[in-house]
């Protein structure tokens, strides 16, 4: 709506305003009202003046441009205070506290009544109630609307925004002030069902009404009532939504009216009838039933013009009829039918020709059209008078179609081919009698519209319905030929006689819409023998003709042909007289009529046929046995004739006639007086419908024979049981309706002014004689009529009072004084059967008497009379009637007044007291108790109401119910209390039982309570009596027995309660505070009720809706405030007793502070100080109360409870308070520290902990552990460590989940001492022991780590685990379980695939960010396969207003201090040393990965940029790289997935180092790839073909072409000389990629399908280019492979570039010749590597040779001795390639090869001779001694404090270091146990410290052993690149020169390696593994 403005906004311009409009925006300009409110402003401006308009609705968005304007959306509502100009002052009624101005143009005024409610007027619109709540509902389900619309919730916005649109329709009728009262009435309630059932469906407040649909005020009503109004509103609600919901929903309406109303109507309106008929139409339309295959209804008669239109032209689009009188058994019927008949009125046959020759005005059928009406009378479908059914036409096909039958084969029949032919009709089913429907609908029904009744009476009669309609149908006749030769074409005519043969007029209906007419012609069916008409007419004659009337019915044959038409006579004749010879009316049903024939004047003249008989019936079928007969007595002329047949059916509905000749005879009574007796005992026998039509009529004669019978009794009792009939026939439910009709006679008819002595004596005889014992089986019945029977009495003494001046007075009452004691001496009575049965209907039915007698006794009488009525019966005989009886005693005129009232209860109380304490029938005691609260509560508001007016007599009035209060209060009280606290919670009495507490309380004052208190025995009882009220208020109030959306109910109880709260705590100070006389239990029990009250849900007004709030403030108040304060001063009244509530007390005070109340929460704080003080001054510190606070405080606050404004609150209050008490200004200020850093985080968690992202509820719950592990709260620490594992789980962040648990594991020992803090979980209460829990823990933990794929972490769990099975508990069973699970961990590490998580740097800018994030960076770590995209949409989602930077680089000030969020996010690396034990050594990539992943704390991001000047042709000579490493708090992985950087550092790389990094990060992707090769034959060798052609043909970027280009230059080499080194690096880096690419070129020409191989020898031809050009500028590498010693291990290459020696900061030395030996590359000479699987493992070792016996070879060592084995040879040239052995001698070097035993003789393969200078190498060929075994040099010691720190950072522990023994880490790999294995990597482990400074030559010497390395991390051979190859950087050029010159001179000849023993060569066994308990104890 805010997009477009208003019409008039658009069209115009506002100068007095000064705000334009310019396309749909405001444009402000100062007004000259506003410049008194600018500084510097002129004042002479126009003043501020009171306006009558007071309230108004924003019809356009105000936005707030200056500080003293308030801003307004659409719909606001505004109160206007002020107006100057144009301009409004005022206040929204969404805050009233914030004031300012606003154009009065956006305001529309609305009309308002101002109200004084107190000091403030209360300004209340004037619109019409309902509205209001209107507009008050459509703002609420606004909101919500929008949250289910944002929570995707498509059905239930849906819905509520179609009752949205409803409402606001009916609104706007509400407000057009148009539609009639009657429309008015029901539009309100529609309204209201419709608020009500969406406020239940949207869980909102639930509200009751009064009979008018207004809302209840419950102050104007009471407790009970308003409890049993929410009853009945919720159970509508409940019904409503059922039917709602049921799969066969009611109509519209029905559900409503149907089941209410016992008439019910179907509205016919015919749109249009479309046939092809040529003739003039009659339609009769009625309803069918197939089942009884009759017409139910009077036809609907329409009568159609061949012009297809209706005849009458004023009917046209006005054709409408109501179907009424159907009843509920008509709805109920299984079928039925709307039919309708179509009867044309012309020639014979449609196929002559017109002509005058044919006759015409012949009624013949055309055709039927059916439809079922069933689902629309039931209601399961919807009836609406706009919406059309078609139904079609079936026509007629034959002559023999007779209508009826077509009509019941139609309604089983199919669909029919009826070509458009049929009607239209709109049908709608109505409720009521049509007096109702008239007045309901008016645009329906009206004069105009036709009313079709139904055939017989309605289910209830109305009274005032006088019928008298005689219903004929015919049904069918059989007629003989004759003399014709075809059988006769029949029409019957029907008329109405009089005794004379005279036809009387106009009588005769065909159907409803028709006018009457004096005959009635038949359908004429061609030339049929049998004819069946079934034609239905009514028959409609004046009430006085009806018994000299008779049908005649006359039979003519009708040609086809005018002329024979004409000539044709009647032939035959029947009749029937409508009053038989004994005055009843003709009987209901079929009647075969005996057809006379004759001369047919004859048989028109009544005086010959009248005499004879009409019906056929047995003498007469017997008699008649020819064709025809004469009649004795008749004329000679008529005849009867056997061969022709008719039959009629009738059907009386008259309330003047009758066919009953009992009832008749009575009403004649005087005719055959000697015939009363029978008539009277027989009219009990007469059918009730027949009684209830002569009502009067019977009264009136059974009256009469009473009063000509006066002098005598014998007719007394039988018209006194004739009377008792009648009365219980009104009663019953079909003429329930006639009550009135009876009350009417009785007020207006009766005359009898002697009745009651004879009716007051018989009823006096029949109770006296039950009395004595005597039958009394018609007594029951009796009493049912008892109401009326009195009625009687009491109308015809007052008839007789008025006739006689007021005599006999005194005997009258003495009469009725007598009936009432034989009435209370029948209730003492202990005879069962009728006596009890008579005992029940007293009770039942004496209370419908009593408002009747309450004037003829006075109040104290006829209280006693009622007192002994109930107390003399036995107490424990008809509990239930008596409770009932007494309930409705309550409820009767006489129980409102005071002494009659005193009395009942005297007789009342002790009865319910005695049945609610031993829970007998509960339901009646509370309906009759709920009556008594309520009488006396409308008293009491009547006495208030009077003592207003008349003050003493009101105090007189007012002190009889208090009387009366007392009396209930002193009984029922505790009893009910009692009772409540006994019943279950589920129990439904429940809540009766509480309303009816409640509404004694609030009848309740001062006085009451006062009295009540010292009306207790004993102060035990006294103490009791509050004890049990206290524990049952709470109870209440935490677990309320009324639903939740019963606000206002729980509202007023609470009212309630908070009064007898505040009387209690009086009780409390004055008698339970004394020294002696003081109850800890008493006082505790009362503080936690008061803290319970206010801290209860339905108090907090702040989680309300402003408009919920406001009403609820000013209805009530905030109640919190008044316990608050009634808390607080209880508290300090406990003076030294306080310290007793310590720490108890605590909790519940801190609920009560926490309550978002500010001026609660400023007085009630100040309680902390004073407990604080407490305990300090009587222990010297307040531990207690502060280990209470910290701990309720946790909960509390994760409960929902205190925020920020309570934390500022606690901290300055607190410490005001501590600072004015020196003795508590240190410890007091710690402890607020304290509290306050814990709520700090307490409310961070809370804030993140429901989100549905879990990250940062991660992130704050290890805040929350890591301050209690600060603080020492084990518990508290233990428990948010399972609340961390829990979410991680939840997430399957299983290593997490792990690592959490083994903070508490670490907390744990391996002993049997028993659990210290209680523990999280399902198994918490089965292991008592640390040992016990520590196990599962770690089993746990070990499953976790499983999952998580975390398998070294579970193998260290497992070996401690196995060391306790082992050697603590010798539990082998589960040691062997443990064992298999590690080695099945060994197994998964090599096998399963396990990618390297991605890790994320985010950063989280500005303030907006809670303070746990604000401008902070993070390292998160992603998950498997996790995309970037994916990760930053999961990370943005918390936080939907954040933006996202798009630059790497840290934000600056303007980004950092601004209000708003912004998050940055990329990509970083693992920057983490690597292991010392993985350096060196070729170890499967599986391994290896794991650790370059995980256990890291340092984190890189390079950003390359560009420096210096731009090299269009090659970007790497600028392409600098400004490196950041992030350090992370704690390594990952730990207990969460992220951890915050704590620092930071940037380096610059040049673009030579960057050269160098790309060139080795390039071939250890190769190496990777080929390892992954060699290892697993089955991967695809796409990845391959990709990566190994990028770089033998690199198109697009150029190669190292481009390195070479740039720095490998002159004039780059004059301009960097310190480069040089870092130069040499990046060529031997690429010569060192040739037998790389040469390798992968290998596998992949192997495993190249026919379809690549023209790519693959293209990249052969492409790389044979490229090693010629390598190999002739860097000369030639070699590579060798590694062999694993365990068999089937695939080869590998060894690639191990050593980042740490990598110094970006400035070029590194290189050795000069002769200087002492320098590694460029930082890698030592002596790394071991591993063999091709081809060749077992050997070593060579390196010793010091001389420079001066270089003449002699080097002995090469026989196989499997210690040492290095480097083969010279690449695979692609030797297939067995020679051993390479190696001596370095300070800083020379040479280099010798031995060729295998079985190897071809060849210059590689000379053996070379043995040096003498070192002899233990190995011995001659013909010695047998092994060689010595060199002792391992000592590796260098690693200090303590960096074992710890390493192991602190692998374990990601941020407590304590990661174990607490010195255990290995399982981050390291083991030391080799075997010395010969350690001998081989001892020397290059003691070589690899970045800053270690070079070894002196005799160290270097003495410690070198292994294979010639490259520069750059190779082990393998350096070969020239020509004949005379360039110096490598590692020799110097004359021990180069010497190795070349020995090497090529070498002789052939020389002994190979010896074999062993056992004929291998020189092949050992691997070293066993350690003794097990060596192992463990080496953990």
Known sequence: MSG?????????????????????????????????????????????????????????????????????????????????????????LRNRAARGIFPASLIRLKGTVVEQRGVQDSVVPSEMPTVQEITTTLREWGTIWKQLYVAGQTERYGQVKRMMQELLEQRSQLLSGTLPKDQLLRLRKEVTGTMDYGNKILALDLVVRDEEENILDPDRSSVISLFQAHRRAAQTLTQRIQEETSSQQRAAGHGTHGCTSPSHNLYLCVRNFVCHIGEEAQLFMALYDPGQQRIISENYVICWASTGVPQDIELLNNLKVVFTDLGSADLKRERLFLVCQIIRVGRMDLRDSHSRKLSTGLRRPFGISVMDITDITKGTCDSDEDKQHFIPVHLVAADGDFLHNMIRKAVEGKDINHKGQGLWVSLKMLWGDLSQVRKDHPHLVDRCTAVARKLGYPEVIMPGDVRNDIYLTLVQGEFDKGNKKTPKNVEVTVCVCDEAGNVVQNVIHAGAGDSPSSHYRSVVYYQQRHQRWMETLKIAVPIEDVHRTHLRFTFRHRSSSDSKDRSERIFSMAFVRLMRPDGTTLRDGEHDLVLYKGDSKKLEDASVYLSLPSERNLSESKLLSGSSFRVSGATPALAVSSRDSFQISTLVCSTKLTQNVNLLGLLKWRSKPSLLCGNLQKLMNVDGGEVIKFLQDTLDALFSIMMEHSDTDVYDTLVFDALVFIVRLVADRKFQHFNTVLEAYIRQHFSATLAYKKLLSVLTQAVEQAGRGEPCESLPGTFKALEYIFKFILRSRSLFAQLYEGKEVAEFQHSLQRFFLALNQLMASPLEGPTLLS???????????????????????????????????????????????????????????????????????????????????????????????????????????????????????????????QMVLEQLLHTVNRRVIVLERENPLRSNYVACMATILSQMDKEHYSTYIQAFPSRPELMDFLMETFILFKDLIGKTVYPGDWVVMNMVQNREFLRAINQFATTLTEMFLSNGDFELQLWNNYFHLAVAFLTQDSLQLENFSPAKRNSILAKYGDMRATIGASIRDMWYSLGQRKIEFIPGMVGPILEMTLVPELELRKSTIPIFFDMMLCEHRLTGTF??????????????????????????????????????????????????????????????????????????????????????????????????????????????????????????????????????????????????????????????????????????????????????????????EMLSDILQREAKFYEKILKVLRPSPDYFAVGYYGQGFPTFLRNKVFIYRGKEYERREDFEMQLLSPFPNAEKLKSTSPPGQDITHSPGQYIQCFTVQPAEEAKVRLKGRSIPEQITNFYKANHVQRFSYSRPFKRGPNDPDNEFANMWIERTTFRTAYPLPG??????????????????????????????????????????????????????????????????????????????????????????????????????????????????????????????????????????????????????????????????????????????????????????????????VLCPSTFPLCQVHLSPVPMGVMEETPHVQPRGSPGLCCHLSHPFLSPKPPLLSFAVVGADAWVSAAAPSDAPAGPWHSPAPLSPAAPHLSQSPHSTEAPPTPKPARRPSESEDHRNERRENRASSIFSSRRQDSRQSISELPEPKDEKWRLSCNVSESSLSVDRKQPPLSQTAAGAAGSSPSPTGFGGRVKSASKLPPLPRKFSPAVYETFLEQSDAAAPGKASPSPTADGNRSLKSPPLPPPKSKRLSQL
């Open 1535 to 1728: 207990i969460l997935r992220w951890f915050v950087v704590t620092s930071t550092e940037t380096i610059i790389i040049s673009p030579l180092e960057n050269a160098i990094e790309t060139m080795m990060k390039t071939n250890e992707k190769i190496t990777s790839e080929i390892n992954r090769h060699q290892n697993d034959s089955s991967l695809p060798i796409n990845p391959l073909s990709m990566l190994l052609n990028g770089i033998v043909d690199p198109a697009v970027m150029g190669g190292f072409s481009k390195y070479e280009k740039a720095f490998f230059q002159e004039l780059y080499m004059q301009e960097h000389p310190e480069d040089a080194g870092k130069i040499e690096k990046l060529k031997d880096l690429i010569a060192w990629q040739i037998p790389l690419l040469a390798e992968g070129i290998r596998i992949h020409g192997q495993k190249v399908t026919e379809d690549l191989r023209p790519f693959h020898e293209r990249m052969e031809q492409c790389f044979e280019q490229l090693r010629a050009k390598v190999e002739s500028q860097y000369g030639v590498r070699e590579m060798m492979f590694f062999e694993d010693r365990r068999s089937g291990r695939p080869r590998s290459i060894a690639w191990v570039p050593d980042w740490d020696q990598l110094n970006h900061t400035g070029a590194r030395q290189v050795g000069s010749a002769g200087g002492p030996l320098s590694s460029p590359s930082g890698f030592s000479p002596t790394s071991p």
């Open 4 to 92: 477009v403005a208003p019409q008039h906004l658009r069209k115009r311009r506002f100068h007095n305003l000064g705000v334009h409009v310019t396309r749909g925006r405001w444009r402000e300009e100062p007004p000259v009202a506003l410049q008194r409110h600018v500084p510097g402003a002129p004042v002479t401006m126009a003043p501020w003046l009171p306006t009558k308009e007071k309230f108004g609705v924003a019809v356009w968005n105000f936005p707030r441009t200056k500080e003293h304007h308030l801003p307004l959306q659409i719909g606001e509502m505004v109160h206007i205070l002020q107006a100057s100009e144009g301009w409004y002052c005022g206040y929204s």
């Open 1183 to 1372: 531990s207690r109360f502060e280990d209470e606070l910290l701990r309720r405080l946790d909960s509390e606050v994760e409960g929902g409870r205190g925020d920020e404004q309570y934390m500022q609150l606690f901290k300055s209050i607190l410490l005001s308070c501590c600072q004015s008490h020196p003795e508590l200004a240190k410890p007091g200020e710690d402890f607020v520290r304290l509290v306050s850093e814990l709520l700090e985080r307490l409310l961070d968690y809370r804030a993140v902990m429901n989100d549905e992202n879990k990250t940062y509820s991660m992130s704050c719950t290890v805040n929350l552990l890591n301050f209690y592990k600060e603080i020492d709260r084990q518990a508290m620490y233990i428990r948010y460590l399972y609340k961390l594992k829990d979410l991680h789980i939840s997430y399957e962040n299983y290593t997490e989940g792990a690592y959490t648990l083994l903070l508490h594991a670490w907390l744990l020992t391996w002993s049997e001492e028993s659990n210290a803090a209680p523990v999280p979980g399902p198994h918490g209460l089965q292991l008592h022991t640390q040992r016990q829990l520590k196990e599962a823990l770690y089993n746990q933990i070990i499953q976790y780590f499983d999952q998580g794929k975390m398998w070294e972490e579970a193998i260290h769990i497992c070996k401690e685990l196995a060391e306790q099975y082992e050697s603590h508990v010798f539990d082998y």
């Open 839 to 965: 005992q029940g209907a007293a009770l039942k039915y004496l209370p419908s008497i009593l408002d009747d007698v309450f004037g003829i006794f006075d109040s104290s009488t006829l209280g006693a009379i009622l007192r002994d009525f109930v107390g003399k019966l036995l107490p424990q005989r008809l509990l239930k009637q008596k409770l009932q009886s007494l309930s409705d005693i309550a409820t009767s005129r006489a129980f409102q007044s005071h002494e009659c009232r005193e009395l009942v209860l005297q007789a009342a109380l002790p009865i319910l007291q005695e049945l609610i304490q031993a829970g007998e029938e509960e339901d009646a005691c509370i309906q009759l108790l709920s009556s008594i609260l309520e009488v006396l509560c409308q008293a009491q508001k009547s006495a208030e109401g009077l003592r207003a007016r008349h003050k003493d007599r009101g105090d007189v009035e007012l002190a009889q119910v208090k009387k009366h209060i």
